[in-house]
């Protein structure tokens, strides 16, 4: 059974510092995604990452991941008050094609 | 086009009822996925259709069942409703299946309440 794991499960950031949200994961996968969530909303799409090695980047947010290590990283660089939402991490089991099993979320808040 | 939206938006029902929740996927899309997500806590994949077929299935026991129409839009069934059904209820489309199948893309969702 894939299981996947976020930590940490709450991160308090200043603004203007860096910060780093991992996810592990059990089996090997063909597809990592990243999501963020505001409260009582729906999921927005973040990244998607296909291979290992694959960086994304998007403003502040960095993506990556090691297929090897089961491992991807959520980087933001210079946190804004704008960030403060729910990410979850998100795995595609191999051949099924988007039926994810989700991380159970880190929860940001940038404080001023 | 259209984005993938979802009705109703709010939902209040006691224990033992049935309810229908609806999806319609966004314009192109033939392959709709539900996920189940609890108060603080991740989405859980609840099952999957691709041309009015089931597609695969989470661990959720027969009372969730699903169907899909012909235009792809998609209902979401639940009988003999338990207090732990309450949770926001997410209807994702995306285009195609397995490995060639696009990024999903998630509606609203529909808030259900179980007294």
């Known amino acids: 059974e894939l299981k996947v794991e976020q930590n940490p499960l709450f991160l308090s950031m200043q603004e203007g510092k860096n910060y780093t949200i991992y996810c592990n994961y059990s089996t090997t996968s063909d597809r990592l995604y990243w999501y963020r969530q505001d409260p009582g909303k729906s999921l927005e799409s973040l990244f998607v990452?296909?291979?290992?090695?694959a960086v994304k980047q998007e403003g502040r947010l960095m993506a990556s991941l090691d297929t090897k290590a089961r491992l991807s990283t959520l980087h933001i660089t210079a946190a804004v008050h704008d960030l403060s939402a729910t990410y979850f991490c998100a795995v595609d089991q191999g051949a099924a094609g988007n039926k994810l099993t989700f991380g159970g979320g880190t929860r940001v808040l940038v404080k001023p | 086009e259209t984005g993938v939206t979802q009705s109703p938006t709010h939902l209040i029902k006691t224990r033992g009822q049935q309810v229908t929740l609806r999806c319609s996927s966004q314009?192109?899309?033939?392959?709709v996925s539900w996920y189940q997500q609890a108060l603080g806590q991740g989405p859980q994949f609840i099952f999957q259709?691709?041309?009015?077929?089931?597609?695969g299935r989470g661990n959720f026991p027969p009372r969730f069942s699903g169907l899909q129409f012909p235009n792809y839009s998609s209902e979401l069934n639940v009988n003999a409703l338990e207090l732990d059904d309450s949770a926001l209820y997410l209807c994702a489309s995306s285009f195609g299946q397995g490995l060639l199948q696009e990024t999903q893309y998630f509606g609203p969702g529909t808030r259900l309440l179980v007294l």
């Open positions: 314009s192109g899309h033939n392959t």
């Open positions: 259709y691709y041309r009015e077929e089931e597609n």
């Open positions: 990452l296909l291979s290992n090695g």
